[in-house]
Every structure is written in structure tokens, then in C-alpha cells.
């Protein structure tokens, strides 16, 4: 771009140096600026709260799987935290906590002979004193499991001593997400907090779609259609980008041997 040419216009034509670094401009067909241009911030929470503010100022509805993501993404470049609380069924208790605002992820598993699901929070979203009140609201905090002294007064406050324990080993259940794992959804790739709302909806009856993305709605419909295929269970992927493209090259294949 430092001759003549095609990328040396577009350049000019946005007051852009020959020599600059990659930037984000999000703007209407008549080249509106929607928001300030995005320069020197390459992180996947830069350009998504971009996006969002984009699509406000141009007065658009944020779909709520945008909202989600921004939200996981800033809890993790702020620090989240983790809470553990013990109840009669941690399937119920995954659908419960799993739907609260600020609750990044939920694990089940068991702890010194509870049932307990391991919660991963954005406490600039929800404080652990008002995340243990809804709990207890919940049902799915008849004990709770404390990481520090600061936890511990807050717990003791809230369901009394008796009902307070420090942290021990974390034993993760072979079944987590079970209402999600359900149905034709857990062979859709989701984030950790994509997958807590969709298993929170369907336990409760409710209809999951507004979580997730176009395309991932589209890999639903493929998949329910094509239940031959060898779709792989995406509830534990870590890695959402590989479960990603492992899914779309089985539909890439099927759909090139037609």
C-alpha cells in the first residue's frame, strides 16, 4: 500500500496513513461513523464492545448472544472469582445459578460428600455477598464451601455457621450440563457462558435460541437434520474455536458430496 493502486485510494480516501497498523472502522453504506475508529486495541473485547456501541448509536437492537460475549470477555481480562455451593441436586443447582447475571460458568461435581456446583463470577457484575442471597433464595446453598476468611463472614452471615465449610477437593461430575445434554444442542459449540444460559433455559422450560448466534442456529438446524453425521458432544470443549471447525468441516463434507 505504499504505491499506486487500489489500497493506496481506499487509504486516502479514509485519511489513512500508507504506513499504518490494522484499525476497525464500523459505519453505515454512506460511510457514517458509528464509533470512534479502532486502533491499537487487537483484543476480542476491544471489537466487540465496539460492535455493541455501533449498533446503539445506530439505534439497533444488540442481540443478547453479543451482550453475552462482551460480558465473558471482559470478566476475563478483569479477574473473575469462584464461589461453591452445595444443595440436594446440582442439576438443579446448575440451572438455577446458571441463569444469574454476572455468573460467567457453573460446574457440578462433589465436595467432602455434597453435591455442589463450582460457580466462576464477574464480581463487578454481582458481589459474592448478593450472588450467596440469591443462592440461598434458589434453594442451592444449603452449605457452602468458603475460600477465605472474606467469603467465610459473608457465608456464616447469610446461612449461619453450622452451614459453612472451607474449600476441599473438587471432584467435577461426568454429567455436567444435564438438561442441555439433552437434547441436539450439546453438539453446538457454545462459550462457558453460552452453555450455562441455554442449560438454564431448557431446564426451566424456556426457549434457548436468544443465547446464541446466528450461525450456531443454523449448525442446530444442520445438525437435527443430519443426525447420521458423527457430531461430537461440545459441552466440555475448552477450546471453542477447534469444536468450532470440527463441527462445520462434517457439514463442509456433507454438503460437498452432494
Known amino acids: 500500500n505504499n504505491s499506486d493502486g487500489h489500497d493506496y485510494k481506499i487509504l486516502k480516501s479514509f485519511g489513512e496513513p500508507s504506513w499504518n497498523n490494522p484499525v476497525v472502522r464500523i459505519m453505515t453504506h454512506d460511510r457514517k461513523e458509528l464509533v470512534p475508529r479502532l486502533s491499537g486495541d487487537y483484543s476480542k473485547l476491544g471489537l466487540v464492545t465496539a460492535m455493541i456501541k455501533a449498533l446503539k448509536n445506530d439505534n439497533q437492537i444488540v442481540p443478547p ?27 438443579s443447582g446448575e440451572e438455577a445459578l446458571g441463569s444469574i447475571d454476572g455468573v460467567i460458568s457453573t460446574k457440578p461435581g462433589f465436595m467432602k460428600g455434597y453435591e455442589v ?3 466462576e463470577y464477574d464480581p463487578n457484575v454481582i458481589s459474592y455477598n448478593k450472588l450467596l442471597e440469591k443462592a440461598k433464595n434458589e434453594r442451592v446453598a444449603n452449605h457452602i464451601f468458603v475460600k477465605d476468611g472474606v467469603q467465610k463472614n459473608i ?41 450455562s444460559r441455554v442449560n438454564s ?3 426451566s422450560g424456556k426457549p434457548p435460541d436468544d443465547f446464541l ?14 443426525p447420521e453425521l458423527d457430531w461430537q458432544n461440545s459441552i466440555n470443549a475448552s477450546d471453542f474455536p477447534t469444536a468450532w471447525n470440527l463441527a462445520i468441516n462434517l457439514v463442509d463434507t456433507k454438503v460437498s458430496m452432494k
Open 65 to 91: 448472544y453479543l451482550r453475552l460475549l462482551e460480558e465473558e470477555l471482559r470478566a476475563k481480562v478483569n479477574g473473575s472469582e469462584r464461589a461453591v455451593f452445595a444443595m440436594h441436586c446440582f442439576w
Open 117 to 119: 456446583v463450582e460457580v
Open 155 to 195: 457465608a456464616e452471615k447469610v446461612v449461619g455457621k453450622s452451614s459453612v465449610s472451607d474449600l476441599s477437593n473438587f471432584r467435577p461430575d461426568t454429567d455436567p450440563k444435564h438438561y442441555l445434554s439433552q437434547t441436539i444442542y450439546e453438539y453446538v459449540p457454545m462459550t462457558a457462558l453460552q452453555a
Open 201 to 203: 433455559a431448557i431446564g
Open 213 to 226: 448466534s446466528p450461525r450456531q442456529l443454523d449448525l442446530f438446524k444442520f445438525i437435527k437434520n443430519h
